[in-house]
Structures are given as C-alpha cells and as structure tokens.
C-alpha cells in the first residue's frame, strides 16, 4: 500500500509527516552586508604585547556597539564587563522546558598580522573570474587564489589592497547579530535557549582568557569564525610558542677571528637547520610546521619567534624538543648557554574533549544539508576561542563565516557564504527544539 505525505503546521513552520521541517528562511542580505561593512570600518586590530584587557581601544568602540545592538533586539541580561565580554541571552520559543540553552559566539578583534585601519571595503557586484587589481601592484587572482573561482557570477567583499578585510571574524559578528535579528522578527519560530558572547584578543591566543562559562549558561556552543562554505570543524592544530634567545659576543670586525660569536648568523643557523620542507609555505591538510614569526637582532644579542603546529600529539611534543636539541647541538658549537629556548603553550586541539559530544556536530552537519549547504568537515589548521572553552568543558566546535585569505590584504568576502552562515544559525536555534 503507497503511504501519502501530509503536511502540517505549527508555529508557522512547515512539518512534513516524517516529523522534518521545511523551512524557508530568507535572511536580508541588504542589511547583513550594511551591518558587516559598518563593523569593519571599526580598527579592532589586537596587540601581542599590551598591557590592558582588551590589547586595544579599538575593541571596546565595536563592542560597545554590540551591546547597544542586543539591547535594541530585545535580548535579555545583555552585559559587558571589565574584560570586554558582551553577552546575551534569549529564552526559549515554543519549545520543549528541557530543552538545552546553546550558544552562538564570535571574535571581533583582528590579526595584527596586516594593516587594519582605515579599511575601505570595496564591492564587486558580480565577479566574472578575471583578476581583481586591489591596487597598483596588488592584485588577488585565481591564479594564486583558486577558490576565488567557486564564486563567479556572486557578489564580493574585497580590499583596497592596503589593509586586510575583517571577515575573520567580523562576518562571523554580523551574521550572529543579523540571525538574531531574524528570530526576533519572527515570534513564530520555535527555538530553543539562546545565549550569545562577542569576545576581544582571539587574535593574540587570549579570547577567553577571562571567559564565564557559568554566566554564559550554555549546554554547548558554535564559534562562527571559519572559512569558506561548508566549513564545519571539530578537531585542530595543538599550538604553542617559541622564543629562541641568542647571545653573541660582538668584537672589532677587523680583529674578529677566533673571538666574535655573530649571534645574527647562528640565528639564520637555527633556521636553516629546522628544514625548508616544515614551513606553513610548505605544508598543508594535517602536516604541521614550524612558523618563523620574527627574526630580529645583531651580533651581540638575536631573537627568534616561532609558531609550533601539530594535529597529533606526540609529533606535536617531538616538535618542542626538536627545538631544544637544536639549541644543544648549537651551544656544543658555539658554547653553554649561547641558545636558550622558551617554549609557551597556546592551545590543543579540541577533538578529544569533543568526543562525548559529537551529536552537536552530526546535528550541525544535518542543518547545513538542509541549508543546502555540502558540509566540509576539515580540521582547523589554526585554532578559535571555541578550543579553549572545549578544553574548559563547553563543547563548541567551529562553523564557517564565509571569508578566505584571512590576515591578509588579499582577504575577501562572498556574500552569499555569509548569508548561509546567518541563516545556519536560525536553524540550529530551531533544529534542537526536536533534539
């Protein structure tokens, strides 16, 4: 006997008699672009070395703004405290008493790795796959940016080719705001819980370095600051720093021989010996690397600043002591105590605190089929706050926001992938009311 397919509705939402939803959420993109553009034009560049919380006043001007924002939608105990932690909460809609309360979060500093003042965002209306000439001499092609062809015929945010974009991770802000928006402007729209934060300083490893979990209240959370469509990830970089310390002894160059130890030349020594073939330039998927970050320093006294990365732990360890090996066989060299290595941990990776909450992310992965979006679960090769609070015991794998070329002058922005980021955050809001 052939079954017939029924619909029915409640809330104003469409249930097909499989108990699935089919909804037709329609984010405005005339205001999710206005609102992106509006945040970026705010200079939240954060500083490694500082000596306030945030790093910079930049921050505090966006989230100030934030905050004046989620009071303006209606949410309920928005506050920002000392730290320059906004958070909100919105009750639950139409849903279960028992349903879980998850939260949305984003970053609103950006990296110091390039310019970020000033930023005048330019729009490419319908991208035909040509080379887009930023400026004179800056010129971000498919040649050198291949996804740049997933995206002709859409409509992209790009550079002026002085400064970077913002997109990491201001388009992850605005999509959360704009979601937000469109929840509030439709009463009929089951949900579950929500609860919202906005940190500063993910940028410089610190983005919950004075986080609540307990006044944020969430059974679990999204970071939304991934890359391209599609990104969903639950398993990244484990991370840590190095600071290499070379002290020389620095003589008359023309009496030199046999007594200046050129404490620059061991530092290019160092280097060198660490390989060619485990740098970021070099490497991809789940090969780690080695990231010169800074080389500074003359004959007398140098300095080296490596990023350390690794997926798996026991290379990641390997790692750390193939730098102080390195530094053994150079003071067998050059004498005791001419190298010396500081070694400070960052992040781990977040897979195996996830592991008893993987539901959250084939759940995700559901939404984003729905969403007609093909999920891409690929592991961070970097790390967000959602690491750390994973770490802390807040399960908060990473969703993506649309931007490619992050930290760079080359970054861009389709449109449409942030547009898909908003709306995966409304069905998720509804998605757990049946979880």
């Not at 979060?105 to 209306?125: E, F, G, M, Q």
């Not at 780690?288 to 026991?314: C, M, P, V, W």
């Not at 999920?375 to 609070?389: A, N, Q, S, Y």
Request: glycine content about 8%; hydrophobic content about 40%; aromatic content about 8%.
């Amino acid at each position: 006997m052939s079954k017939k397919s029924h619909a029915f509705f409640i809330f104003g939402v469409d249930f097909k008699s499989n108990g699935q939803a089919s909804m037709d959420i329609k984010i405005d993109v005339d205001a999710l672009e206005k609102r992106f553009l509006r945040y970026v034009q705010i200079n939240t560049q954060s500083a490694p070395i500082h000596s306030t919380y945030p790093s910079t006043e930049g921050q505090w001007t966006l989230l100030r703004l934030l905050k004046e924002e989620l009071d303006s939608l209606g949410l309920e105990e928005v506050t920002l405290d000392e730290h320059g932690y906004v958070m909100a909460k919105l009750a639950g809609r139409h849903c279960p008493p028992d349903a879980p309360a998850i939260g949305f979060l984003a970053h609103v500093d950006t990296s110091p790795d390039a310019p970020s003042d000033s930023v005048k965002p330019r729009i490419i209306p319908f991208y035909d796959g040509a080379d887009i000439v930023l400026k004179e001499g800056v010129i971000l092609s498919p040649s050198e940016s291949p996804d740049l062809l997933s995206y002709v015929g859409q409509r992209l945010i790009v550079t002026d080719g002085t400064t970077l974009l913002g997109a990491d991770d201001k388009a992850g802000v605005a999509a959360i705001v704009e979601a937000l928006h469109y929840i509030q402007s439709h009463p009929e729209l089951p949900h579950v819980p929500l609860r919202i934060a906005f940190t500063p300083d993910e940028e410089i490893g610190e983005g919950v370095n004075y986080f609540d979990i307990a006044k944020f209240d969430a059974a679990f959370a999204y970071t939304i600051d991934g890359g391209q469509i599609g990104e969903l990830s639950y398993e990244n970089f484990n991370a840590a720093s190095a600071h290499i310390t070379i002290r020389g002894i620095n003589v008359h160059p023309g009496e030199a021989k046999g007594k200046m130890i050129n404490a620059a030349r061991i530092a290019v020594e160092f280097d060198t010996l660490l390989g060619a073939t485990d740098r970021p330039e070099a490497t991809e998927g789940r090969e780690g690397f080695f990231h010169l970050q800074e080389l500074k320093g003359n004959e007398s006294e140098a300095t080296l600043t490596y990023l350390i990365r690794e997926f798996d732990a026991e290379i990641f360890r390997q790692r750390e002591k193939k730098l102080e090996a390195l530094a053994s066989q150079l003071n067998h060299c050059y004498g005791a105590h001419t190298v010396t290595v500081s070694i400070k941990k960052q992040y781990p990776n977040m897979i195996s605190y996830l592991a008893a909450s993987m539901h959250i992310v084939d759940i995700a992965k559901q939404v984003f089929e729905e969403a007609g979006i093909i999920p891409d679960c690929r592991p961070i090769r970097g790390g967000t706050d959602g690491v750390r609070l994973s770490e802390r015991g807040l399960p908060c794998p990473n969703i993506f926001a649309g931007g490619h070329n992050f930290h760079s002058v080359l970054e861009f922005l389709p449109v449409h992938s942030m547009v898909k980021a908003s709306e995966v955050i409304v069905r998720l809001a509804h998605k757990f009311t049946r979880h």
